[in-house]
């Protein structure tokens, strides 16, 4: 797996395919193998490049801490060092949260911005499920078992559950099987989750935006699709009728196929 020094770290990313850039930024704990399902469909299309953020997978932490800045700090030196002018850039969760960040910060820079499952200001309610995250990680000792028990069961509806427990089954086996986070680094990075407030610099987006939610989705539910739509011009939205938060795992086809619509509609690389 490529690696390459920036910021003062050490960031392991993952690329397949070729044409137009997309940048894919992982989900709370977790490393670029979260996209499993959808590298192969969009390296077909595009130069993917799914990165560890620092603190997490097997890039480096580096001397401070993990912040939402630092993170937007480190997408776009990563960009700079692939040599690439404009990018599409997605993100699920907290990488959503880090990639409107940085669509805000860096506007011409972004061809297209694909937000999913994420929110554009931590209100009470998603701060509060959070912190719960937190004292379960500390008190376990265990990042790994902490998204297992903790955090899985706002991802998945319980109907997926009840019905489909070797899909649960797998999930679990899968995510055992990569790299753990420290607790450290979980801390810094669910709260950059908490203190993440991008509203105001969302009027700054310039590119065609995707937004997309699980209707089942509790914790990012629907209440952040007003907000969102009235800050970011040219925003549409897509909602996944039988998901809760992570419909790119729950219904990978379905998701695969809308989001790769809105891609190829917004690249010339096809």
Known sequence: MPRIQINGTTIHYESQGEGQPIIMVPFLTADHACFAFQL???????SCYAVDLR???QSGRGDGECTMPQFVDDIAAFIDSIDADKVHIMGYSLGGAVAMSFAGTYPDKVLSLSLHSTWPRSDPYLQ??????QVVATALEDVCETAISAIFPWCFTPERYASDPAFIASIIDFTRGRPAQGVADFLDHSTAVIQHDALDILTHVQAPTQITFGQQDVITSTRFVGPMVGAIPHAEVELFENCSHAPFLEDAADFNARTLAFLNRHSTAH
């Not at 192969?40 to 595009?46: K, N, R």
């Not at 509060?128 to 995250?133: D, L, N, P, R, T």
């Open 128 to 133: 509060a499920v959070v912190k719960s995250w």
């Open 55 to 57: 603190g997490s997978g």
């Open 40 to 46: 192969p469909a969009y390296a077909a299309h595009f």
